[in-house]
């Protein structure tokens, strides 16, 4: 199927029908737009200086909650008490510090001026959240991502020291598991998140599985509260 050039109707094509991965181009950043694109299984993904590019994979890479890999190492660090994790604690500082890190075989960031700003105003509305790691009262890796349903669909993370995107991860996962949320969209493999067990999907399943968390009410607001509001 032919990539779909986006106007201004909220709207996208079916996920399930796009080659490559890529579903559209063009459109917007608005969170009524991010927020369809999530709920349709749809994020996106591009380079500064080109059109919007909307993607969903297939296979598609997500982490089960309940089978998240815990390495002997990874729970020495934690039991020891490395690092303290906070949740909404420093939200732009992460998206800031996920953009500005190198990584290994990767020239420059996808994470773009204006997404930068678009994932600002859905933290604003209550919608996007981070998980971040603290070390001596100094900011030390963190993740961030958007959660509607019990669905949690991460963005990015990074590490400034040892295992503090890791410890991150566990953090999300101590997070959500009480919620009784099942699944954590990676997006696409790294080896960080395959050494932590994440499994690649068929996009058909993870369509599937995407409606049924969705039909759950989402936690909006700040997660540094005990039990965010509960919206349709």
């Known amino acids: 199927m032919p990539v779909q050039l986006l106007g201004r109707a909220l709207a996208f094509p079916p996920p399930d029908q796009a080659e490559r991965g890529v579903v559209a181009v063009g459109g917007d950043l608005s969170p009524e737009r991010l927020l369809l694109a999530y709920r349709s299984g749809i994020f996106p993904w591009y ?68 997404m930068e700003r678009a994932y600002v105003r859905l933290h604003a509305l209550g919608y996007a959240h981070s998980v971040e790691t603290w070390q001596d009262g100094e900011l030390a890796g963190g993740l961030y991502g958007v959660s509607l349903g019990r669905m949690f669909f991460g963005e990015s993370m990074f590490s400034w020291r040892p295992n503090a995107s890791k410890v991150a991860l566990v953090g999300l996962r101590e997070k959500v598991a009480p919620w009784g949320f099942r699944v954590i969209d990676a997006q696409v493999p790294t080896p960080l998140t395959l050494s932590m067990g994440a499994e690649q999907w068929r996009r058909s399943h993870f369509l599937k599985v995407l409606a049924a968390e969705l039909a759950h009410p989402t936690r909006k607001g700040s997660w540094a509260q005990a039990e965010p509001e509960l919206v349709p």
Do not use: M, N
Not at 89 to 111: H, N, S, Y
């Open 47 to 114: 380079d500064e200086g080109l059109p919007i590019l909307w993607h969903s994979p297939d296979p598609r890479c997500v982490i089960l909650v309940d089978r998240l890999h815990v390495g002997r190492t990874l729970r020495r660090v934690i039991a020891r008490g490395d690092y303290e994790i906070r949740h909404d604690g420093a939200f732009e500082r992460v998206l800031r510090a996920c953009k500005a890190t190198p990584r290994a075989g990767q020239d420059g960031t996808w994470i773009t001026d204006d």
